[in-house]
């Protein structure tokens, strides 16, 4: 996975392992982003799989945008 400029917020949120994680934050802020690449963070270690997430949009073009761009990464 390409490299992703990250705010010191946005990468606590992608590393935070904690356990359940709400990333709630203004439009345009980097949601989506943070959300895509704290999947692929767990992916790539080998942890968990796709299909072991959840993830709830409140939008049908968030939705959109979510899966666009998760789709894109799987496609790399």
């Known amino acids: 996975m390409a490299e992703v400029k990250l705010t010191p917020e946005q990468r606590s949120a ?3 392992r904690g356990g359940s994680l709400l990333v709630s934050a203004a439009a345009g802020s980097g949601k989506t982003k943070v959300l ?19 993830i709830i949009t409140y939008t049908k073009a968030a939705a959109a945008e979510l899966r666009g761009k998760i789709a894109a990464e799987l496609s790399h």
């Open 36 to 54: 895509v690449e704290r999947l692929f963070d767990y992916i790539s270690d080998g942890s968990c799989s796709v299909d072991d997430f959840l």
């Open 14 to 16: 992608v590393e935070n």
